[in-house]
């Protein structure tokens, strides 16, 4: 078709089509496919390019972490917690072993409460280094991960030495850690973060200032504070919008309260809560906890030698009541509700894990935009499907 415009230029529209009404096609993404995060499907109705519904429909891992926590006492009930978000073990593990400590109203060595809080930022490193190198793969770019692996090695190696695991680290137990600090350890993480945070620019520069990766993601996925709220999304994905809540500032645990790293802590939050400003967060967050883990170790260094746990009975009971522990987790807010009956096992232990409330939100968030940009946004969330199956 063309036509005259008033300043005499012709104007052509192609592509118009055969004006019929097209049928709204149905499009499963999963359970077992290339672009998603493990066993999770997404149902989604499309009009054409664009999605109209979306429906994540979870439950294809779930292995009733809830119900085999009632039936293991309270030192195997850690080996369980660590593995549902297989990226954040040693978080994982924390809030049960708080949730119990305060029933008995138990306080554990000062040198196993800041080796617990050092260790559990360098989990938080393992874990964005992780997405810092995943995403850029799931939008075509595969170098950015061999960057990302190598700086997790370098935190892998003074983990597994201190624990012996790779992923499950089972260092946690209730009133401390399982041992001694290896002998030089703390030096030796020194090094290691030193290593990091020299080449942390590398990843810097061959993601955020690559044109394609900020063209895919700039302005793509957005998510309100409102929705936040409604679907209690929180960690990196919530500050990304905006929502300036942390746990470790907010309500602090382990050693956050304390002066040494009250000042060293920074909430990382942005306005515009796309894609990109989820990435940046990121990237940001594993920054500032190479400077929580540094300092950490620092303070370890002063302490003085004494135990590193609390000396336990053969077998442990816990008063009864309830409690809630709730901690921040690498991709957000990881809670848990005790409530006991005086037994050895809990009577009832419910998981509020991060990325169950985190993926829910893909029902707004996905409504409105194109199929091209689907993977770009579901790679932006930051979940593990074993958090959501839990």
């Known amino acids: 078709m063309t036509a005259m415009t008033s300043q005499g230029l012709t104007e052509r529209v192609a592509g118009t089509g055969t004006g019929l009404e097209t049928t709204d096609m149905v499009l499963n993404i999963g359970p077992q496919h290339p672009a998603t995060h493990g066993v999770l499907r997404l149902r989604l109705v499309l009009d054409g390019e664009r999605i109209v519904t979306a429906e994540p429909i979870i439950g294809y891992m779930h292995r009733g972490a809830e119900k085999l926590f009632e039936v293991r006492d309270y030192r195997q009930i850690i080996v369980l917690a660590n593995r549902h978000d297989w990226l954040s ?183 515009a809560g796309d894609c990109l400003a989820r990435f940046e967060v990121l990237l940001e967050q594993a920054h500032n906890s190479l400077d929580l883990a540094q300092a950490c170790a620092d303070k370890l260094d002063t302490l003085p030698t004494g135990p590193i746990n609390q000396r336990l009975p053969k077998i442990l009971k816990v008063p009864e009541g309830h409690t809630y522990a709730w901690t921040e987790n690498p991709l957000g807010i990881n809670g848990y509700f005790l409530v006991s009956h005086g037994d050895k096992t809990p009577w009832r232990l419910k998981l509020r894990s991060a990325s169950f409330n985190n993926v829910q939100v893909l029902s707004e968030l996905l409504p409105g935009t194109l199929v091209a940009d689907m993977v770009a946004i579901l790679g932006s969330m930051f979940f593990v499907v074993g958090d959501i199956d839990k």
């Open 89 to 271: 073990a040693f978080a994982s593990e924390l809030g049960v072993v708080l949730a119990v400590e305060r029933m008995l109203g138990m306080e554990v060595p000062e040198r196993a409460t800041w080796a617990r809080t050092l260790l559990a930022e360098l989990n938080r490193i393992l874990n964005h280094l992780m997405f810092l190198g995943s995403y850029p793969l799931e939008l075509g770019a595969i170098t950015p991960i061999f960057y990302a692996f190598r700086e997790r090695e370098e935190i892998q190696a003074v983990m597994e030495e201190i624990s012996g695991g790779r992923m499950h680290f089972m260092f946690n137990r209730v009133g401390g850690l399982k041992e001694e600090l290896p002998l030089g350890w703390t030096g030796r993480v020194r090094e290691a973060i030193a290593k990091v945070r020299s080449r942390m620019s590398d990843i810097d520069r061959l993601i955020s200032g690559n044109e394609i990766f900020r063209a895919r993601t700039r302005g793509v996925g957005v998510l309100t504070p409102e929705q936040i709220a409604a679907f209690g999304v929180s960690g990196p994905i919530a500050r990304a919008s905006g929502v300036d809540f942390d746990l470790r500032r907010d309500d602090p645990y382990l050693a956050y309260g304390e002066p040494e790293l009250r000042e060293r802590l920074t909430v990382v939050t942005r306005g």
